[in-house]
């Protein structure tokens, strides 16, 4: 079930690769989607309004996180590609101990300053404390989030297809636990949060079991846990620059949240469902960027530059094909998407989704460069320009709303994602395209 990207057509191992990623990711979007509908049938559109406010602040933790795993599967496929059996198992078991650690330090850091965090995201009154109680308990979870790094341990040596089970086997289980909690325990937005957290955490533990169980070359032994100097730099060096990077978009989108906050509990709530579309409808981009971080660091660890740089033309053009299908979803089924999403939507709650989602959509081609160069660079070791490109995407998303939202509105709030797109895509791309120049002159 591993796959050596670093022979035979990039192409078809690209597509191979991404396509059990793009169900899994789907599948997780849908979950997200079956998530934000259990609660606000059931419970309305204050809580819905009071989860979708927390998901800013759940961006900067959770993508920290999700940040420092692939950054370590980064490390995990260039030892593969290399073929050095022995790096690899130190790589991974260095990677649980420095995830045991950080999950620890993100819990006492984030628990006590969860309501903080959103008082100064100017949340609204009559939503704060189901939005606090929800987050706090996520927070207190966050070690079943990270310790889904195995998942990315499986794509560093080529396998995306197991992932994917344990992925719609969590993300089934999430909704199970949802209804029940809701429906039939009437533990309201807690319950939610609490089947998060369940689903996520029995879902890690199976994935290290089967891991360990079924690929040898990961079985790790009490040898390889040890703290090393250049152990830890190999993996921080990347992890750390990469969930930086994440946490700096974060902080865009909780400047965006805050904007979006201060016209009131309705325009979070319909905000809320649109993300959702958003999400949805443009999930491929991160799926093909995540294949392409496991390509370039297999074929960076093997030195087989060509293979890069055919493969990055390729993702190029599956890009653009991209870029028109999630156009495409939020234009022209944005707002009947949107509908599921309460039992009785108003038109209120319907316009300003639209407007974000026609907004946006002019926007993607930016947003799928972004994902593309961003993540081929973190997989071949350029791990500090994705994060310059993270705080050029803070600039544009803080000098939008600062300049704008207060004379033009909403409609000014819904330029800000498309700014930050453009002020990181464009670097980004062009970081690639110098690297690939000074590497070719070397070969």
């Known amino acids: 079930m591993t796959k050596d990207m670093t022979n035979g ?132 979870g966050i070690i079943a989030t990270m310790f889904y790094t195995a998942s990315s341990i499986l794509r560093g040596i080529g396998d995306s297809k197991t992932p994917l089970y ?96 201060a016209f009131g509990s309705s325009v979070v709530a319909s905000f809320t469902a649109a993300m959702k579309v958003e999400q949805l409808s443009t999930q491929p981009m991160p799926t093909l960027s995540t294949t392409m971080s496991t390509y370039c660091g297999q074929n960076l660890g093997a030195g087989k530059y060509e293979r890069i740089y055919d493969g990055m033309k390729k993702a190029f053009f599956i890009s653009l094909v991209l870029t028109g299908f999630a156009a495409v979803v939020c234009v022209f089924f944005g707002r009947a998407i949107v509908g599921l999403f309460l039992t009785a939507p108003t038109e209120e709650v319907l316009s300003y989704a639209t407007v974000y989602l026609r907004t946006i959509s002019v926007f993607f081609f930016f947003l799928s460069i972004l994902y593309l160069y961003r993540t081929s660079l973190q997989g071949l070791g350029k791990g500090m320009v994705p994060m310059i490109g993270g705080i050029l995407e803070l600039v544009g998303r803080l000098a939008v709303i600062m300049l704008f939202a207060k004379d033009y509105g909403y409609p000014a709030v819904c330029l800000a994602s498309p700014a930050a797109w453009i002020f990181a895509g464009i670097p980004n791309m062009a970081a690639y395209l110098l690297w690939k120049r000074r590497t070719k002159k070397l070969l």
């Open 9 to 140: 057509s990039p192409m078809k191992l690209i597509l191979g690769f991404s396509i059990p990623l793009l169900f899994g990711y789907l599948f997780q979007q849908f979950y997200n989607m079956a998530d934000a509908i259990i609660v606000g049938r059931l419970l309305g559109e204050d809580a819905l309004a009071a989860v979708g406010a927390t998901g800013s602040i759940m961006f900067l933790v959770l993508y920290f996180a999700i940040g420092i795993a692939q950054g370590f599967g980064v490390m995990i496929a260039q030892a593969y590609g290399a073929k050095n059996e022995r790096l690899l198992k130190h790589y991974v078991a260095l990677s649980i101990l420095l995830t045991l650690i950080i999950s620890v330090a993100v819990t006492a850091i984030t628990v006590p300053t969860s309501r903080l965090m959103l008082t100064a995201m100017q949340t609204p009154a009559n939503i704060l404390d189901m939005a606090d109680s929800y987050v706090k308990i996520i927070f207190w």
């Open 166 to 261: 344990f992925l719609v086997f969590s993300s089934l289980l999430n909704i199970i636990l949802d209804y029940c909690f809701i429906r039939f325990f009437h533990m309201g937005t807690d319950g939610a949060a609490y089947a998060t957290v369940l689903a996520q955490g029995i879902s890690a533990v199976l994935c290290f079991a089967y891991m360990f169980w079924r690929f040898k070359i990961l079985r790790t032994h009490r040898s390889d846990y040890y703290f090393d100097k250049q152990g830890v730099w190999d993996l921080m060096r990347i992890g750390l620059p990469m969930a930086l990077n994440f946490s700096i978009t974060a902080v865009g989108t909780m400047i965006l949240q805050s904007a979006v906050n």
